[in-house]
């Protein structure tokens, strides 16, 4: 594939979680339904009922499109709206976590079981416990431990569960209290469920403080990754209406982190979306953006391109539209 352009372009996809197993790079986007419908503050235009898994056999080959994997017919608990998923392998299995609206409108996160990467997955037949909001990522530590990340304000809810319950019509959070999430906690041995009550990590800025709500160029709003890198753990974020992707680092899995930079510019339509993953020795960010439609905010197309890192362990920006940059 070419690096910067749609990797598939007879469906819309978005928010791409990529993987690399037994060499392959997989990648698991959600599957964006095209509609005439208008926009709101709740992402009421993001409609998606079902998972494909895109493949590549490596960074030049063709991008497949392995068919349909799960979909909400055959998810007892899903109400509507199948956002952002991600997909880990443990022991021979593949889990798809995926966040959906529950029959009450409230987002949780639900997981399904596949012996392929590519499914078709088979869900349990209720959501997580504990679990709440949008966008999980789930980070393999190399101690064998799984830790899901996840949150998402305004459409993804995360402000009703600022208290630890949920509460339907939350206060505003003020410009100067720290920002809110993004939640994280560890799962059990079975994947299927967490080891704890979910927590929120804290983004620190350059003098230790947390970061405020009302910084909205470098606080938390949605699509967390986690990713190590020379024994640091990066987490990165959208910043939702500023429309940068960003990260922070920290010494362990819970945080604290600091934040360090920008790693992507914005993108053509409203969110911004990512993943980062290693392939033979190169770093790569997966993203999306809606250059097919050119610019309708719920018909997305993903897209991939190299990430490097400077001698001092922090990110190069990407700008995604500098011919410069392009490989
Ligand atoms: O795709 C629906 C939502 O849009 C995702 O959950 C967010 O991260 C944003 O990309």
Not at 115 to 133: C, L, N, T, V
């Amino acid at each position: 594939m070419k690096e910067r352009e749609p990797l598939v372009r007879h469906i819309f996809t978005a928010d791409p979680s990529a993987h690399v197993f037994d060499d392959r790079i997989y990648i698991y986007p959600s599957h964006d339904i095209p509609h005439d419908g208008t926009d709101d503050d709740e992402g009421g235009e993001y409609i998606m009922e079902d998972y494909h898994v895109l493949s590549m056999e490596d960074p030049d080959a063709e991008c497949v499109d392995n068919g349909e994997a799960l979909h909400m017919r055959d998810v007892s608990w899903v109400g509507r709206q199948m956002w952002a998923p991600d997909c880990v392998r443990k022991e021979g299995k593949y889990y798809l976590y995926f966040p959906a609206k529950d029959h009450d409108d409230i987002f949780h996160i639900g997981v399904a079981v596949s012996d392929s990467p590519i499914g078709p997955f088979k869900a349990e037949d209720s959501y997580i416990e504990g679990s709440m909001s949008i966008d999980p990522a789930v980070l393999p530590d190399d101690d064998g431990r799984y830790y899901m990340y996840f949150g998402g304000l305004w459409g993804g809810q995360m402000e009703r569960w600022k208290t630890g319950s949920y509460v339907a019509h939350p206060e505003e959070i003020k410009a100067d209290e720290p920002a809110l999430g993004p939640f994280f906690a560890e799962l059990s041995d079975d994947m299927k469920s967490f080891k704890e009550h979910p927590r929120m990590v804290q983004i620190l800025d350059e003098t230790g403080e947390p970061v405020k709500a009302g910084d909205e160029d470098r606080r938390y709003f949605e699509g967390p990754w986690m990713h190590k890198y020379n024994g640091l753990y990066y987490l990165s974020y959208s910043t939702g209406t500023t429309h940068y992707i960003v990260y922070a680092t920290g010494e362990t899995p819970y945080g604290p982190f600091t934040y360090r930079g920008r790693i992507l510019e914005p993108v053509l339509g409203w969110t911004t979306h990512h993943s980062i993953v290693e392939y033979h020795g190169k770093w790569y960010l997966f993203y999306h953006d809606c250059e097919i439609s050119g610019g309708i905010n719920h018909r997305r197309n993903v897209k991939f391109t190299e990430l490097r890192y400077n001698p001092d362990g922090t990110i190069q920006t990407i700008f995604p539209y500098s011919e410069d940059q392009k490989a």
